[in-house]
């Protein structure tokens, strides 16, 4: 390409670039004619010539014909018009998705230009450094991704977290809640609930959160041994966990939130939704379908990796876990409650005996030692079998004080009638 051709189409590009940017409105027709060194009537000319060949490209612009692939000038204010008063927060690919429901049908690279052109998206950063992008997993249920993201998804100053769980395979999303923090309960909360619906996955793939890992120099390795509440979950269960190093270790996960940054929020917004328990029916009920059936890939083989839990109790595993000694008097303490123990068939007392406090998620508490469960309490410490038990426990006694023997089975004993007796009845023999 020689030097003129080359200025020229530098100038086409400024041209173009201008023009957008008058149809979006971000300046007037005047300040264009300015900004390109043209007069007031030169400008006017130019946009009727649009309008009569329509918008044939960004880059090419054959005068004489009309082009084939021309878009109308109408069309080109309809789709800056829309981003720029409705969607003016949304990414291209995302808006391009909903011109679709406006009827609009245009390429992706031509949208993505002109909004680009008109100032409305800012161009993309050049490429970084080359990246090898790992493998998937071949089955589901192989390796699960579990992250949070702090963000402003009701565009205003409240921040909130969003926890994600998804398959290293197909890219499925299982689970997704906003909460007010990342941590051990909302954290627990999520696997108990891919776990229960699902089944048990082999590894799960994370950073190095303090719930998740224990850490004991900043931005070093891992302790393996000291075992995290939800790092002893997972191990009673037998799933792996596996620690990202950086950011772009967890590069499936970190481009995820990047689509659901750049989606969630607008979405919530069109919605008018404004409160996180909204929005939480929301994902459940319509966005996490949604965004599966837009994102969600084939996996690489046949099958899954899930299997059912096998007779696990769920609400003791998914707990926060404490070990006690049980006083003389067979109670145990636990920040500053007192839980009593009811007495049990297969030992005297309990006192001395170690015992395991669950707090559980929705904040009552049990206890068990070894296979039993010596009790469930509320968060107040108030034993929730108590009445149940000692009415199910209560036996008759006599006025001295015994209990009298039960027989077992009970007797079964038919009521006598007057047909049967040998006597006739009282009111027969007083009428003789």
Not at 106 to 120: D, F, I, M, P
Not at 337 to 345: A, D, G, M, W
């Amino acid at each position: 390409m020689d030097s003129y051709s080359k200025t020229a189409m530098e100038r086409a590009m400024k041209v173009q670039e201008v023009i957008l940017r008058a149809l979006a409105k971000k300046i007037t027709w005047w300040q264009a004619a300015e900004i390109l060194g043209i007069t007031d009537r030169q400008m006017r000319r130019w946009r009727q010539r649009y309008e009569a060949y329509g918008y044939d490209g960004l880059f090419d612009r054959r005068l004489g014909q009309p082009s084939p692939k021309r878009v109308p000038l109408a069309m080109v204010e309809q789709v800056l018009g829309l981003y720029r008063e409705r969607y003016f927060d949304f990414n291209v690919r995302h808006f391009h998705e909903k011109l679709a429901e406006h009827g609009i049908r245009l390429s992706y690279t031509w949208v993505k230009l002109a909004l680009q052109g008109a100032g409305l998206v800012a161009r993309g950063r050049k490429r970084g450094v080359h990246r090898q992008r790992r493998a998937r997993r071949p089955l589901p249920g192989m390796l699960l991704h579990i992250d949070g993201s702090a963000h402003r998804w009701f565009q205003d100053e409240r921040w909130y977290d969003l926890i994600v769980i998804l398959d290293d395979a197909t890219s499925e999303i299982y689970y997704a809640q906003l909460v007010e923090e990342e941590s051990t309960l909302t954290v627990m909360a999520g696997l108990w609930e891919v776990i229960e619906r699902k089944g048990v996955f082999c590894a799960l793939y994370s950073d190095r959160g303090s719930h998740f890992w224990l850490t004991p120099k900043a931005r070093g390795k891992v302790d393996g041994q000291r075992l995290t509440q939800v790092g002893r979950a997972l191990r009673e269960l037998g799933v792996q966990m596996i620690p990202a190093y950086s950011p772009q270790a967890r590069g499936r996960s970190e481009r995820n939130f990047g689509t659901w940054q750049g989606r969630l929020p607008q979405e919530l917004r069109l919605r008018g939704i404004r409160t996180i328990e909204d929005a939480n029916r929301f994902l459940r009920e319509d966005y996490i379908g949604e965004f599966n059936r837009r994102f969600q890939v084939p996996a690489g083989q046949r099958g899954s990796a899930f299997i059912a839990v096998a007779r696990k109790p769920l609400d003791l595993i998914f707990s926060l876990q404490y070990e006690r000694t049980v006083n003389r008097d067979n109670t145990v303490s636990f920040q500053n409650l007192t839980l009593q123990i009811s007495r049990v068939k297969w030992r005297a007392t309990l006192a001395g005996c170690s015992v395991t406090v669950h707090q559980h998620l929705d904040g009552t508490l049990s206890l068990t030692h070894g296979p039993h469960r010596l009790g469930h309490y509320t968060a107040q410490g108030v034993a929730i079998e108590s009445t149940r038990t000692a009415a199910r426990g209560a036996v008759e006694k006599t006025r001295r004080g015994k209990v009298q023997n039960q027989t077992f089975p009970p007797r079964l004993e038919i009521p006598q009638s007057t047909r049967d007796s040998h006597f006739p009845p009282a009111s027969a023999a007083a009428g003789d």
